[in-house]
């Protein structure tokens, strides 16, 4: 016993060696060291970036940048995935493409300023960098969240994609009744924003619609694309250039998302209901 100090020694007494080793590593935790780095002498690599934690700083390189949005989809897709899984639905794949400038652009949207937008054609999400960065110079204070609530819309636009939400619209669109179209456009709208108001809370980040600066950055995107001369031919979509809700009816089903963060929360039907334009 003369290997252990006096001081420790009716604690052993009391507690026996596990209970001793066990403080122990309560201790070491506490300082903030793994307790298996001492035991293994192996450093643990650090936890993944987050749509928090991954937030580029100011001065972020190019690659930083880039990086973000791919970690919101990253989150925003096992959310999902999730979601089906839990009512037996097998969840369609998406990939994302983060190109240099608009002119990488695939799903016949080269040179067109939408920032991000969901492709139903190849099922992708496609965010344009350099626009990034110029609504980050811009916006300074509510850019990087707005991307990341606009790759949130567009992985809802998926969803909405393999529920057929958008082969409905296809099919109203041949029956050319324009009031009908605008109105289902404008739901399609409402829905994707309180389905990105689903990852908002699902990623533990404050009401984003409650946040000017982002909400401006978020604009700035919408009003460029509603600027954007597109031609489609019947049958395809773009869900990014279709007719938008009102600012007050997107916030309503984004609050309404936000409060119970589940698809029933944000069906088209109850939106529908609800009437707002």
Same mark, same amino acid.
């Not at 009512?87 to 190109?99: G, Q």
């Not at 809802?156 to 324009?178: I, P």
């Given at each position: 016993?003369?290997?252990?100090?006096?001081?420790?020694?009716?604690?052993?007494?009391?507690?026996?060696?596990?209970?001793?080793?066990?403080?122990?590593?309560? !201790?070491?935790? &506490? =300082? +903030? !060291?793994?307790?298996?780095?001492?035991?293994?002498?192996?450093?643990?690599?650090?936890?993944?970036?987050?749509?928090?934690?991954?937030?580029?700083?100011?001065? =972020?390189?190019?690659?930083?940048?880039?990086?973000?949005?791919?970690?919101?989809?990253?989150?925003?897709?096992?959310?999902?995935?999730?979601?089906?899984?839990?009512?037996? *639905?097998?969840?369609?794949?998406?990939?994302?493409?983060?190109?240099?400038?608009?002119?990488?652009?695939?799903?016949?949207?080269?040179?067109?300023?939408?920032?991000?937008?969901?492709?139903?054609?190849?099922?992708?999400?496609?965010?344009?960098?350099?626009?990034?960065?110029?609504?980050?110079?811009?916006?300074? @204070?509510?850019?990087?969240?707005?991307?990341?609530?606009?790759?949130?819309?567009?992985?809802?636009?998926?969803?909405?994609?393999?529920?057929?939400?958008?082969?409905?619209?296809?099919? @109203?669109?041949?029956? %050319? +009744?324009?009031? %009908? *179209?605008?109105?289902?456009?404008?739901?399609?709208?409402?829905?994707?924003?309180?389905?990105?108001?689903?990852?908002?809370?699902?990623?533990?980040?404050?009401?984003?619609?409650?946040?000017?600066?982002?909400?401006?950055?978020?604009?700035?995107?919408?009003?460029?694309?509603?600027?954007?001369?597109?031609?489609?031919?019947?049958?395809?979509?773009?869900?990014?250039? &279709?007719?938008?809700?009102?600012?007050?009816?997107?916030? =309503?089903?984004?609050?309404?998302?936000?409060?119970?963060?589940?698809? +029933?929360?944000?069906?088209?039907?109850?939106?529908?209901?609800?009437?707002?334009?």
């Amino acid at each position: 016993m003369g290997l252990i100090p006096a001081g420790a020694l009716p604690h052993v007494k009391r507690f026996g060696w596990s209970g001793v080793l066990a403080l122990g590593v309560v !201790i070491v935790m &506490l =300082a +903030g !060291i793994n307790p298996i780095t001492l035991i293994s002498g192996k450093v643990s690599p650090p936890p993944p970036p987050t749509s928090i934690t991954g937030v580029p700083a100011s001065s =972020a390189s190019i690659e930083q940048i880039a990086a973000y949005p791919p970690i919101v989809g990253s989150e925003a897709e096992l959310m999902w995935r999730r979601f089906f899984w839990q009512t037996a *639905i097998r969840f369609p794949r998406v990939t994302m493409s983060v190109v240099e400038t608009s002119s990488a652009f695939g799903c016949g949207m080269a040179g067109k300023d939408l920032t991000v937008f969901y492709c139903p054609d190849n099922r992708m999400v496609y965010v344009d960098r350099s626009a990034y960065e110029r609504l980050r110079a811009k916006f300074p @204070l509510g850019a990087d969240y707005a991307m990341a609530y606009l790759v949130a819309e567009a992985y809802g636009h998926h969803v909405q994609w393999a529920l057929g939400v958008f082969t409905d619209l296809v099919a @109203l669109q041949s029956l %050319r +009744g324009a009031d %009908r *179209i605008a109105a289902l456009e404008r739901q399609i709208d409402q829905q994707a924003a309180c389905y990105a108001a689903m990852w908002t809370i699902t990623a533990g980040i404050d009401e984003l619609d409650r946040n000017a600066a982002v909400m401006a950055a978020v604009g700035a995107v919408e009003a460029n694309r509603g600027n954007a001369i597109i031609n489609l031919p019947l049958g395809r979509v773009v869900p990014e250039v &279709l007719a938008t809700a009102s600012p007050e009816a997107r916030a =309503a089903w984004y609050d309404k998302g936000y409060a119970i963060p589940a698809p +029933g929360s944000c069906k088209l039907d109850k939106i529908a209901a609800e009437g707002l334009v």
